[in-house]
């Protein structure tokens, strides 16, 4: 199959592309700008946090009110414009068309209308922090009545606005999840079948399903909160007869799904770097798959335990502590599955490699802390304290800057046609993984101490201004000033190898998935022809060896 490769404007092909992986990259460049925002947001409360009541200029003190818009918004942008933009349009958008060898996604204009949505909602974002009254400080769960009374409201402009941006955003990756979808199960190379689909398309579909399915209810609340807001219907004002809880069932009947789905491709992205520096092939690749269905269907049945101290009925709050523990079943499974994958392997240490690992290894350690806060006993003591707050963060910063991070490093090559510069690339592996343990780890002990998040200055409270709990908040923010200063590192690794790193040749991790049958970077259209999936003999297929371009799940 030949293609049309006539020369494009500068104007078509950036700004009104309908190329996948120029819609990709756009995608990753608008996360990254986000993530900086998000990054400065943290430094502001951290330090506020660190250095309660003490003017010294430059440190970023904030006032009480722009303290809680620092913290609203951060956790905003790093879950819906970072993670999901990053994780799932940018790779997805990049990896679908080239992995599973067909030239486009079987809806381009879609595709670029689902980024030029995404690219407003952002604009609407930003434009909330300048209005009169700041931007939205309701927390990014957004619970009412803080976010729906005009009377608690502080941000009448900027609640609104923020609103209308995550709905912006939801039509983003509605539309973009059609386009992922379609093309897996129709455009696929001749030769390669269901079972032959690399992992990481299977989990960026499977959190695309689950994103679609979980969205709707959010939406409609969305709608009935906005209303709230502007007109004061009184959807959830028990004065007016509404129900604040009723916000909570819908938001997290879409919020804990949307923890799975930025993980599974985030599992996804590890899985595939793996395979490649173990020279191995996948441990268990249809029970991996099984469970990625099983986790994706169990996410629907586990929100209420974000309500224990919301007055759930203690009946169903058995229910919900038992299909809490029996979620991180298959997700255990998928860590240990590549756990064995690693086992007996032939390991080699690149970047990606270092990353792929402390995702494991910092993930579990979320994914422990998180059977407490799964008891409906346990909870109560530690519901909205700093210990979930820990808890979160080993999840989500694993899923959301480790992985990328890895998959960065692993695929930079493929995108650019050059080599990232490897010792830069460990210095800024150490730089983020040791400062982010010392950030995160005393975090725990200050939630088991009975700190609760969300409060400006713990100068009042006697039992939680003692000098030994305020030297943990000093490490924590020292350790976060490290860790943004690390990505410096990055930022110039990435930029200047793009234009002047080492040339990388068409395959140079010896990978035996279909992306790197094409050219370094791709070009439009991908490939001169389409490819052919075929199985060589299986005495042929010996580990460490540069192989033809053959099923993942197959005997190596």
């Not at 969305?222 to 509404?242: C, E, R, S, T, W």
């Not at 970047?351 to 998180?370: D, K, W």
């Not at 909205?384 to 820990?390: I, P, S």
Request: aromatic share 18%.
């Amino acid at each position: 199959m030949s293609h049309d490769h006539h020369e494009q404007s500068f104007f078509s092909k950036y700004l009104f592309s309908t190329d996948h992986k120029v819609i990709a990259m756009q995608y990753l460049f608008t996360g990254m700008f986000m993530a900086l925002i998000g990054g400065f947001f943290a430094y502001g409360f951290r330090m506020q946090l660190a250095f309660p009541g003490i003017e010294v200029p430059g440190l970023g003190l904030v006032t009480p009110n722009l303290y809680n818009e620092l913290v609203t918004n951060h956790g905003s942008i790093m879950i819906f414009w970072v993670a999901m933009p990053v994780l799932i349009a940018a790779f997805g958008n990049y990896l679908i068309p080239l992995m599973i060898g067909c030239d486009d996604m079987v809806f381009p204009r879609l595709n670029r209308l689902s980024y030029q949505i995404f690219l407003i909602s952002a604009i609407v974002l930003i434009a909330s922090f300048f209005v009169p009254g700041g931007g939205f400080s309701g927390a990014w769960t957004s619970y009412p009545p803080l976010s729906a009374q005009a009377k608690y409201n502080l941000t009448p402009l900027g609640a609104p606005m923020w609103l209308t941006a995550v709905a912006l955003e939801f039509v983003a990756f509605l539309l973009g999840g059609i386009n992922f979808i379609t093309t897996l199960m129709n455009s696929r190379a001749p030769g390669m079948k269901m079972w032959d689909i690399p992992i990481v398309l299977w989990m960026i579909v499977i959190a695309s399903i689950v994103f679609m399915a979980s969205a709707g209810p959010l939406i409609a609340g969305a709608v009935m909160l906005l209303f709230d807001q502007i007109y004061h219907i009184g959807f959830f004002n028990p004065n007016k007869g509404g129900d604040p809880i009723l916000w909570q069932h819908l938001f997290w009947f879409f919020g804990h799904p949307e923890v799975y789905v930025v993980l599974l491709p985030a599992m996804g992205i590890v899985a595939e770097v793996i395979t490649v520096f173990a020279r191995k092939k996948l441990f268990g690749y249809k029970t991996i798959l099984y469970t990625t269905i099983a986790t994706g269907t169990l996410s629907f049945f586990v929100w209420a335990h974000h309500q224990f101290v919301a007055g759930i009925d203690p009946r169903m709050a058995n229910v919900f502590t038992i299909t809490t523990i029996l979620i991180s079943i298959p997700v255990t499974e998928m860590c240990f599955a590549y756990i064995a994958t690693l086992f007996g392997g032939s390991i080699e240490l690149r970047t990606p490699m270092l990353f792929a690992l402390a995702f494991l290894a910092e993930f579990l350690i979320g994914g422990v802390t998180g059977i407490f806060l799964g008891s409906s006993g346990s909870d109560i003591y530690f519901h909205d304290t700093y210990f979930v707050l820990a808890h979160f963060h080993y999840t989500f910063v694993p899923i959301a800057i480790i992985s990328v991070f890895a998959g960065i490093y692993y695929w930079f090559p493929k995108m650019f046609g050059r080599h990232m510069n490897e010792t830069l690339g460990k210095i800024h592996f150490w730089g983020t993984v040791i400062p982010f343990n010392l950030i995160f780890l005393p975090l725990f002990f200050l939630g088991l101490a009975g700190q609760h998040r969300r409060i400006y200055s713990y100068e009042n409270f006697p039992e939680l201004a003692k000098p030994y709990l305020q030297d943990l908040r000093i490490l924590a923010t020292v350790s976060l000033i490290v860790m943004l200063s690390f990505q410096v590192v990055f930022l110039f690794n990435f930029f200047y190898s793009i234009f002047k790193g080492k040339k990388a040749e068409k395959n140079p991790w010896r990978a035996n998935t279909l992306e790197w049958a094409a050219a370094s970077p791709p070009p439009h259209g991908n490939f001169p022809e389409l490819p052919q999936v075929y199985r060589p003999p299986y005495e042929y297929s010996v580990p460490g060896r540069e192989l033809d371009y053959w099923p993942q799940n197959e005997k190596a």
